[in-house]
T-cell receptor, first 115, second 114 residues
Framework: EAGVAQSPRYKIIEKRQSVAFWCNPISGHATLYWYQQILGQGPKLLIQFQNNGVVDDSQLPKDRFSAERLKGVDSTLKIQPAKLEDSAVYLC?????????????FGPGTRLTVL | AQSVTQPDIHITVSEGASLELRCNYSYGATPYLFWYVQSPGQGLQLLLKYFSGDTLVQGIKGFEAEFKRSQSSFNLRKPSVHWSDAAEYFCAVESNFGNEKLTFGTGTRLTIIP
């Protein structure tokens, strides 16, 4: 089966600009996650969707980050305006369903550099 | 709150030698535990997981891990490493209350020397 797709793979922007990332999860996977991985750290969960509803966004900086998952399939993560500290790899993951322990499948990530 | 500690930031091992990567967790109940591997420019790939039962878990690529409740540890092992094992390894813990929230450690970077 096809894996989790993400685009773009790399993005360089200047601070205060906006940027958007796209994720297409594995077909049929109900749960979608966005993680932020800063260099030298483990991934940190930003937001979790179940179908098109938000399950957990407690660690999402809502003053500048937003995410949506229209129709419960694809998702976009937006940063506006970007700050230097937003430089990181943004990983998208999906899993079959919530309510039971299920493996999360990760995409290759988008590497964001903010200058 | 759950947390994971990987005390070794960087480990260098000779090809063919054995490997052990350490992981300690903090969680109030029996957690779900995972090891992921991340090669440069790649996403995370699941090596193995522990939910319950046998405390010695076998994974892909010849890796295994042992859950030790008394030590709050879940160390990853491989008897003989290959050059292709060079990567970043992450231990993660998940709440068993069904919200599937993974908390990752900071990772251990593995370098293989000939």
């Amino acid at each position: 089966e096809a894996g989790v797709a993400q685009s773009p793979r790399y993005k360089i922007i200047e601070k205060r600009q906006s940027v958007a990332f796209w994720c297409n999860p594995i077909s049929g996977h109900a749960t979608l996650y966005w993680y932020q991985q800063i260099l030298g750290q483990g991934p940190k969960l930003l937001i979790q969707f179940q179908n098109n509803g938000v399950v957990d966004d407690s660690q999402l900086p809502k003053d500048r980050f937003s995410a949506e998952r229209l129709k419960g399939v694809d998702s976009t993560l937006k940063i506006q305006p970007a700050k230097l500290e937003d430089s990181a790899v943004y990983l998208c993951a999906s899993s079959p369903e919530i309510g039971e322990v299920a493996e999360q499948f990760f995409g290759p990530g988008t590497r964001l550099t903010v200058l | 709150a759950q947390s994971v500690t990987q005390p070794d930031i960087h480990i260098t091992v000779s090809e063919g030698a054995s490997l052990e990567l350490r992981c300690n967790y903090s969680y109030g109940a029996t957690p779900y535990l995972f090891w992921y591997v991340q090669s440069p420019g790649q996403g995370l790939q699941l090596l193995l997981k522990y939910f319950s039962g046998d405390t010695l878990v076998q994974g892909i690529k010849g890796f295994e891990a042992e859950f030790k409740r008394s030590q709050s540890s879940f160390n990853l092992r491989k008897p003989s490493v290959h050059w292709s094992d060079a990567a970043e390894y992450f231990c993660a813990v998940e709440s068993n209350f069904g919200n599937e929230k993974l908390t990752f450690g900071t990772g251990t970077r593995l370098t293989i020397i000939p």
